[in-house]
């Protein structure tokens, strides 16, 4: 019974495998491509900054989720570069969406994190890359 | 009639719609009284008293407990056949519910509907 | 003439009226899952509830029994009760999904808490229900869901490669667990009980008798139609967008950046608005749906039309129904995570509510010449199988997909 107890906590407290981190960045990968989205409304002066607002601090606030999941984990040795790489996306998402929040209705910011939210959506999909290339 | 009708119309009659005189649903057939023999429809049965004898064996037990004990005349009522007018389409009474005791749980009064904003 | 624009104004109403949050929340996360690959599964609902609610109508025309009279009658009180329960069940976890919704989208545009906006907005229902006549009430939603018509627009604007989306419409199966839960989802999501209940009991309202059967043929048929191709335009305008670059439509809000992306602002407004009405005459109707249920089940006095004072007990049961979704609306689950559990359930229990209606639309002894056809018998027992495979499959996949987690 002990030993199933042990087993069943030591198995929720997060050995994070290589499967598990990859959905982590997938995810984190999906929000940076809808950031982009938001953001390109503001730069254009498209949009509405009361949704703008309301869906950036709903987006950055599971950019944070992820971050600190990712962050209190115990990754496998071989994918503990990656997710260190990871919680630093997570990180760098939370803080744009931030700014959208902060500054919903300006242009410039707008711009600004569009093309912030591009990069981040990139270094995420070479994290994922690196995750599963490494598989093959 | 035969006996095979009797049951036929059992069958229909049970579960159905009542509808007093004045067309307002007054409650559904829950049971049914047959006497005599060959059997005779006598009267019908009305009431949540009466859902835990339609009720599986081991779901009786709880139905009893949550419907209440068999109080005649406010959780089961006994309406006798000859109170029914048609029975076509519809189970229509010739009398209005109230004068049955059927209905009550849509008494206005006993939900001072009053005090709800639109009325 | 005035029959003509009467049909026409229903049609039109059924189909601003189609598309409630689980048709949202399916066909956003099914395009950008799958892109256009699961436009088949839309049809294939849309099919199905335009015979249930056809047979469903035309029972209540003939007969002037909605679906818990024909429950009851045909199940008896024991069976008839597991449908009732299942049936409320479903329902009251459908409304909470609708007024959590409602309270997203609220907040969408005017940035407030959530709790505070389940609340105004289910107090602003009460209102409406209270004010408007039963009619009314269908035909503001219904013309004002028309909004969603910005997402065909939309569809058009983004011009997709037209062969691509064509053979979404073909059918095809695999074994992905989450394609198949997908499957599953969009398809009880366009075949929701609630809105075929509440039609078959609207109907008996508003007094159809056999002089109605050709409205209620066109409102299933065209109605249903029109606002399947709503429910796909949904489908492709996510696919077109997020397919490409991996968006997880997690949030309601998400569903609306496609518009927002083809029209700016004045989009945006259009689809927040459209959703706002589909979802809002979604929550009266299933409430209502709930209700309905319940009183016919029982035998008591019922309807939107016999007013508060004549059916009190039914009155009642809708405000305390609308109560516990409320509850479950501010018990901080997702309305997202609720629509997806509603949407699933639903379909588990449709075989209950479903088996009864169509076995006596085909009754000769109740529906006389205008029993079921034998094209309308053949489909019915079709969908009969189809309801039936999709229910066992439903809860397994749920679990398997981690609710659409994947």
Same mark, same amino acid.
């Given at each position: 019974?002990?030993?199933?107890?042990?087993?069943?906590?030591?198995?929720?407290?997060?050995?994070?495998?290589?499967?598990?981190?990859?959905?982590?960045?997938?995810?984190?990968?999906?929000?940076?491509a809808?950031?982009?989205?938001?953001a390109?409304g503001?730069?254009?002066?498209?949009?509405?900054?009361?949704?703008?607002r309301?869906?950036?601090?709903?987006?950055?606030?599971?950019?944070?989720h992820?971050?600190?999941?990712?962050?209190?984990?115990?990754?496998?040795?071989?994918?503990?570069?990656?997710?260190?790489?990871?919680?630093?996306?997570?990180?760098?998402?939370?803080?744009?969406?931030?700014?959208?929040?902060?500054?919903?209705g300006?242009?410039?910011?707008?711009?600004?994190?569009?093309?912030?939210?591009?990069?981040?959506?990139e270094?995420?999909?070479?994290?994922?890359?690196?995750?599963?290339?490494?598989?093959? | 009639?035969?006996?095979?009708?009797?049951?036929?119309?059992?069958?229909?009659?049970?579960?159905?719609?009542?509808?007093?005189? %004045?067309?307002?649903?007054?409650?559904?057939? %829950?049971?049914?009284?047959?006497?005599?023999?060959?059997?005779?429809?006598?009267?019908?049965?009305?009431?949540?008293?009466?859902?835990?004898?339609?009720?599986?064996?081991?779901?009786?037990?709880?139905?009893r407990?949550?419907?209440?004990?068999?109080?005649?005349?406010?959780?089961?009522?006994?309406?006798?056949?000859?109170?029914?007018?048609?029975?076509?389409?519809?189970?229509?009474?010739?009398?209005?519910?109230?004068?049955?005791?059927?209905?009550?749980?849509?008494?206005?009064?006993?939900?001072?509907?009053?005090?709800l904003?639109?009325? | 003439?005035?029959?003509?624009?009467?049909?026409?104004?229903?049609?039109?109403?059924?189909?601003?009226?189609?598309?409630?949050?689980?048709?949202?929340?399916?066909t956003?996360?099914?395009?950008?899952?799958?892109?256009?690959?699961?436009?088949?599964?839309?049809?294939?609902?849309?099919?199905?509830?335009?015979?249930?609610?056809?047979?469903?109508?035309?029972?209540?025309?003939?007969?002037?029994?909605?679906?818990?009279?024909?429950?009851?009658?045909?199940?008896?009180?024991?069976?008839?009760?597991?449908?009732?329960?299942?049936?409320?069940?479903?329902?009251?976890?459908?409304?909470?999904?609708?007024?959590?919704?409602?309270?997203?989208?609220?907040?969408?545009?005017?940035?407030?808490e959530?709790?505070?906006?389940?609340?105004?907005?289910?107090?602003?229902?009460?209102?409406?229900?209270?004010?408007?006549?039963?009619?009314?009430?269908?035909?503001?939603?219904?013309?004002?869901?028309?909004?969603?018509?910005?997402?065909?627009?939309?569809?058009?604007?983004?011009?997709?490669?037209?062969?691509?989306?064509?053979?979404?419409?073909?059918?095809?199966?695999?074994?992905?667990?989450?394609y198949?839960?997908?499957?599953?989802?969009?398809?009880?999501?366009?075949?929701?009980?609630?809105?075929?209940?509440?039609?078959?009991?609207?109907?008996?309202?508003?007094?159809?008798?056999?002089?109605?059967?050709?409205?209620n043929?066109?409102?299933?048929?065209?109605?249903?139609?029109?606002?399947?191709?709503?429910?796909?335009?949904?489908?492709?305008?996510?696919?077109?967008?997020?397919?490409?670059?991996?968006?997880?439509?997690?949030?309601?809000?998400?569903?609306?950046?496609?518009?927002?992306?083809?029209?700016?602002?004045?989009?945006?407004?259009?689809?927040?608005?459209?959703i706002?009405?589909?979802?809002?005459?979604?929550?009266?109707?299933?409430?209502?749906?709930?209700?309905?249920?319940?009183?016919?089940?029982?035998?008591?006095?019922?309807?939107?039309?016999?007013?508060?004072?004549?059916?009190?007990r039914?009155?009642?049961?809708?405000?305390?129904f609308?109560?516990?979704?409320?509850?479950?609306?501010?018990?901080?689950?997702?309305?997202?995570?609720?629509?997806?559990?509603?949407?699933?359930?639903?379909?588990?229990?449709?075989?209950?509510?479903?088996?009864?209606?169509?076995?006596?639309?085909?009754?000769r002894?109740?529906?006389?010449?205008?029993?079921?056809?034998?094209?309308?018998?053949?489909?019915?027992?079709?969908?009969?199988?189809?309801?039936?495979?999709?229910?066992?499959?439903?809860?397994?996949?749920?679990?398997?997909?981690?609710g659409?987690?994947?």
């Amino acid at each position: 019974m002990l030993a199933l107890a042990l087993l069943l906590g030591t198995s929720g407290c997060g050995d994070l495998s290589r499967d598990e981190l990859n959905r982590g960045v997938e995810s984190l990968s999906a929000l940076a491509a809808q950031g982009e989205l938001i953001a390109s409304g503001v730069a254009r002066d498209a949009t509405k900054s009361t949704y703008t607002r309301v869906m950036a601090k709903t987006l950055g606030g599971e950019a944070e989720h992820e971050a600190e999941k990712l962050a209190d984990a115990e990754p496998s040795p071989e994918v503990e570069r990656e997710r260190d790489a990871a919680v630093q996306i997570a990180g760098e998402l939370a803080d744009l969406f931030s700014e959208l929040q902060t500054f919903p209705g300006d242009e410039r910011h707008g711009e600004l994190v569009e093309k912030q939210m591009g990069k981040v959506k990139e270094q995420a999909d070479a994290v994922v890359e690196r995750l599963t290339g490494e598989e093959a | 009639m035969r006996d095979e009708g009797e049951i036929f119309v059992v069958h229909r009659l049970l579960d159905e719609q009542i509808l007093d005189s %004045d067309g307002k649903r007054c409650g559904r057939v %829950d049971d049914i009284e047959l006497r005599g023999s060959p059997p005779r429809i006598t009267a019908v049965l009305v009431g949540e008293a009466l859902y835990p004898r339609r009720l599986p064996k081991r779901l009786r037990h709880l139905a009893r407990r949550l419907a209440g004990p068999e109080r005649w005349g406010a959780n089961a009522l006994r309406v006798p056949w000859e109170e029914f007018d048609e029975i076509g389409a519809t189970l229509r009474l010739r009398r209005k519910a109230e004068e049955l005791g059927l209905g009550e749980g849509d008494d206005p009064e006993r939900w001072m509907v009053r005090r709800l904003p639109w009325n | 003439m005035k029959s003509v624009l009467k049909i026409a104004l229903g049609i039109i109403a059924a189909l601003g009226g189609f598309l409630d949050i689980g048709d949202i929340v399916f066909t956003t996360q099914a395009g950008a899952l799958y892109r256009y690959d699961l436009l088949w599964a839309v049809v294939l609902g849309v099919v199905g509830i335009a015979i249930y609610a056809e047979m469903c109508g035309r029972v209540a025309a003939v007969t002037g029994r909605p679906v818990f009279d024909v429950i009851r009658m045909r199940m008896g009180f024991g069976l008839g009760l597991v449908a009732l329960v299942a049936s409320t069940f479903v329902n009251v976890l459908t409304v909470a999904a609708e007024l959590g919704g409602l309270a997203i989208v609220l907040q969408l545009l005017f940035d407030a808490e959530y709790s505070l906006f389940v609340v105004l907005a289910t107090v602003g229902l009460v209102i409406v229900v209270a004010l408007l006549p039963f009619g009314g009430i269908e035909r503001v939603f219904g013309y004002c869901g028309l909004l969603m018509l910005v997402f065909i627009a939309t569809a058009i604007h983004q011009g997709p490669d037209w062969g691509e989306v064509a053979h979404g419409f073909v059918p095809s199966l695999s074994d992905s667990k989450l394609y198949l839960y997908f499957v599953v989802g969009v398809f009880a999501a366009a075949l929701m009980p609630y809105e075929v209940h509440f039609y078959s009991s609207g109907a008996v309202e508003e007094g159809w008798d056999e002089s109605n059967l050709r409205e209620n043929r066109l409102n299933a048929i065209v109605g249903y139609a029109l606002g399947g191709i709503l429910a796909c335009s949904l489908i492709v305008v996510s696919g077109f967008l997020f397919h490409p670059v991996g968006v997880d439509p997690t949030d309601l809000g998400t569903a609306a950046l496609p518009a927002q992306g083809a029209f700016g602002e004045t989009g945006l407004l259009l689809a927040l608005g459209g959703i706002l009405f589909c979802v809002g005459g979604a929550a009266i109707d299933s409430s209502f749906a709930a209700s309905y249920n319940l009183a016919q089940f029982l035998g008591w006095e019922w309807g939107r039309y016999r007013g508060p004072k004549k059916a009190p007990r039914f009155t009642v049961s809708w405000l305390v129904f609308l109560a516990l979704a409320v509850m479950i609306a501010l018990s901080g689950i997702n309305p997202v995570e609720i629509t997806e559990y509603s949407v699933v359930l639903a379909v588990v229990a449709l075989p209950l509510t479903y088996f009864p209606i169509l076995m006596i639309a085909g009754d000769r002894s109740f529906m006389r010449e205008h029993a079921n056809g034998m094209v309308s018998t053949t489909l019915g027992w079709l969908y009969f199988a189809v309801i039936v495979v999709l229910a066992l499959a439903a809860i397994p996949l749920l679990l398997m997909t981690n609710g659409g987690g994947g």
